[in-house]
């Protein structure tokens, strides 16, 4: 599975950025998709998780003011809406996908917050 982030880039305090992800296969042949991010010098969290039941999780950091989503005309394409931007959201963002038992990831997009 090949997956091409998107929609990366600065924004201040309170703005909003869509990021999508592109994947060379039907999102319904896959179990999930998701969202990481990376901020330097700490761990890859789990951001948004979007499952094939429907399911979705997040971390409790984002919870209100990100959500991930399918595009309603590409069902190879999932979104993240990030409102509410804040500070601590700056980080390298990926996308990843769950294939049977195995995890893609596409490549990061960074973005900044910051006045």
């Known amino acids: 599975v090949q997956l091409q982030a998107f929609g990366g880039g600065l924004v201040q305090p309170g703005g909003s950025l869509r990021l999508s992800c592109a994947a060379s296969?039907?999102?319904?042949?896959?179990?999930?998709m998701a969202w990481y991010r990376q901020a330097p010098g700490k761990q890859r969290e789990l951001v948004a998780e979007?499952?094939?039941?429907?399911?979705?999780?997040y971390a409790d950091s984002v919870k209100g003011r990100f959500t991930i989503s399918r595009d309603n005309t590409k069902n190879t394409v999932v979104h993240l809406q990030m409102n509410s931007l804040k500070p601590e959201d700056t980080a390298v963002y990926y996308c990843s996908a769950e294939f049977l038992t195995e995890m893609y990831w596409g490549q990061g997009t960074q973005v900044t917050v910051s006045s």
């Open positions: 979007l499952r094939i039941s429907e399911r979705t999780n």
């Open positions: 296969r039907s999102l319904f042949s896959l179990n999930a």
